[in-house]
C-alpha cells in the first residue's frame, strides 16, 4: 500500500483506549478524537495497517501490573504492522513509505507505553521494528512480534540447541505454535513434544511436533519420556517440572513459578525479526492466525472478549485499521 505523504497525516487519530482499569466491554471505548503521538527523535510514526492482540494486553487492561504501567489513559495494542509516514530526525534505517512490523514496547511490563498499537497512527523506537518480509501480507505480520520474539527469547535463555528436546505447554497459542516452529525449523530440536485439546493435535504436528499430545486425555508428566527443555506457556511449572531431565530447563511465561522453573518478561527487539526473516521468507516458520481473524477495527471489543475465551488458535488480528 502506499504510504500517505506527511502533508495528509491528519491531526486527529481514530484509537481503542481505555481511561480506567477493568474488562474490555466495560472500559475499552472508541475515542475518534485521539491527539497524534508525538515523535520522538529515535522514532517513526507508522499508519496502522493491522494490530495483534495479547494476553498481556486484558492483563494490562484489567490491572494486573498497574504499579508499573505508565499513567492513564492507554490506547491499547503492543503488535503493529504499517508503514512508515514520518521519521524522526535520529532514525538511520527506515525511511518514508517503509513497510514495518513490530511490539512497540520493549519492556512489557515495565512502564509500557501509553500510546499502543489500536489506532490509526502511532509511534515506534527505530530499534523495537524490522522491515516486513516481502511474501507477509499486514494481518500476517501483526501477528508475530510479541508471540515469535517471545518464543526465540525462552529457548536462547534455555540453551536450547540442535539435537535437544523439547516439550511445550501450549501449543496452539500465540507463543506455542512459534516454539514448536523455531525449536524445529531454526534452532534444531532432535524431538518436539506439545501439548493441546484435541480438534488442534494436527495443527501441533503441521508446525512440526513429532508428538502431540491431548492433554484432555493424558498427563504429559506421566510419559517415561523427559526432556532437555520443557518451556510453559500456560502456567504448569508444578507439573513442568516433572517432565524435565535431570539437568535440564524449565521456562515460563505466566506464573506462579515453582523452582527449578524459570520465568521471564520479553524484552522486545526488531533484531530478532530481522533474524528470523530468512524463515519466514522461506515459509519454514510460519504465521499462524485464528480462523475467526482478522476482526475489523469497529470490533476490537469482540476480538478481546474472544481473546479472553483462552480458546484462540495461533493470534487474534485487527484489520484493517481505517
Known amino acids: 500500500m502506499a504510504a500517505p505523504s506527511t502533508a495528509s497525516i491528519p491531526s486527529k487519530n481514530k484509537a481503542w483506549a481505555y481511561s480506567e482499569y477493568g474488562n474490555p ?30 494476553p ?19 490506547v491499547a495494542g503492543y503488535d503493529v504492522a504499517g508503514v512508515v509516514v514520518k521519521v524522526g530526525s535520529q532514525v538511520k534505517n527506515f525511511k518514508e513509505g517503509d513497510e514495518v512490523y513490530g511490539d ?9 507505553k501509553s500510546y499502543g498499537t489500536l489506532a490509526e497512527y502511532t509511534a515506534v523506537e527505530e530499534r523495537l521494528l524490522a522491515l516486513k518480509p516481502k511474501n507477509l501480507s499486514f ?47 531454526v534452532f534444531g530440536a532432535s524431538k518436539v513434544a ?15 511436533a513429532d508428538l502431540a499430545i491431548d492433554y484432555t486425555k493424558e498427563n504429559f508428566e506421566d510419559l517415561p519420556e523427559k526432556f532437555d527443555v520443557v518451556y510453559d506457556a500456560v502456567g504448569q511449572t508444578d507439573r513442568a517440572v516433572k517432565a524435565v531431565k535431570k539437568d535440564g530447563h ?7 513459578v515453582i523452582p527449578p522453573a524459570t520465568m521471564f518478561v520479553l524484552t522486545s527487539k526488531g533484531s530478532i525479526l530481522e533474524k528470523l526473516k530468512p524463515y519466514l521468507e522461506s515459509g ?16 476490537t471489543v469482540e476480538a478481546f472478549s474472544y481473546l479472553n475465551t483462552k480458546r484462540a488458535t495461533g493470534k487474534v488480528v485487527v484489520y484493517p485499521i481505517p
Not at 497524534?36 to 495497517?49: C, G, I, N, T, Y
Not at 512497540?104 to 509500557?112: M, Q, S
Open 56 to 74: 498481556v494486553d486484558s492483563k494490562r487492561m484489567l490491572g494486573y501490573f498497574k504499579e508499573t504501567d505508565s499513567p492513564l489513559p492507554i
Open 250 to 256: 524449565v521456562v515460563t511465561i505466566v506464573g506462579p
Open 25 to 54: 466491554v466495560d472500559v475499552l471505548k472508541l475515542d475518534s478524537n485521539a491527539t497524534l503521538p508525538e515523535v520522538k527523535e529515535d522514532q517513526v510514526l507508522v499508519k496502522v495497517v493491522a494490530a495483534s492482540l495479547n
Open 139 to 185: 494481518v500476517e505480520a501483526a501477528s508475530l512480534p510479541l508471540a515469535i520474539e517471545t518464543a526465540y527469547e525462552g529457548l536462547e535463555r534455555t540453551e536450547f540447541s540442535a539435537g535437544k528436546s523439547i516439550l511445550v505447554l501450549g501449543g496452539a497459542g500465540g507463543v506455542g505454535t512459534h516454539i514448536i516452529q523455531l525449536a524445529k525449523h
Open 104 to 112: 512497540l514496547n520493549e519492556k512489557a511490563l515495565d512502564h509500557p
Open 284 to 299: 519454514k516458520v510460519k504465521p499462524v492466525i485464528d480462523p475467526k481473524s482478522p476482526f475489523p477495527f469497529s470490533k
Open 194 to 208: 506439545a501439548t493441546s485439546s484435541t480438534g488442534k493435535l494436527e495443527l501441533l504436528k503441521s508446525l512440526g
